[in-house]
Nanobody
Framework: QVQLVESGGGLVQAGGSLRLSCAAS??????????MGWFRQAPGKQRELVAR???????VYADFVKGRFAISRDNAKNAVYLQMYSLKPEDTAVYSC??????????????WGQGTQVTVSS
């Protein structure tokens, strides 16, 4: 089964930047990915969409990150990235990668990463 491996989280001061990475354990020739995205969940809150990108590069951002975060992907590496700028304490959360992908002959299904902690200090 494909797995998503995330990296790049950590502790940063308000106004700082971080770049999150998420890569699938299978290559695109084995596991085809359609939509890739990042979600986050802060303590005591529901998980929410941060940004999403389609296979053709169309992007969707949550209002609270527009102009501060940028999502990108490398289809050759089956990887997705989230560049975060101007971080605020309210961006503190566990960030999880999510993809819709499939093996040959199967339907698309969602896969989640294990999550990476982002903490922004004031």
């Amino acid at each position: 089964q494909v797995q998503l491996v995330e990296s790049g989280g950590g502790l940063v001061q308000a106004g700082g930047s971080l770049r999150l990475s998420c890569a699938a354990s299978e290559t695109g020739s084995v596991f085809k990915i359609n939509t890739m995205g990042w979600f986050r969940q802060a303590p005591g809150k529901q998980r929410e969409l941060v940004a999403r990108i389609t296979e053709t590069g169309l992007t969707v951002y949550a209002d609270f990150v527009k102009g501060r975060f940028a999502i990108s992907r490398d289809n050759a590496k089956n990887a997705v990235y989230l560049q975060m700028y101007s971080l605020k304490p309210e961006d503190t959360a566990v960030y999880s990668c999510n993809v819709e992908g499939r093996y040959s002959g199967t339907d698309y299904y969602p896969v989640w990463g294990q999550g990476t902690q982002v903490t922004v200090s004031s």
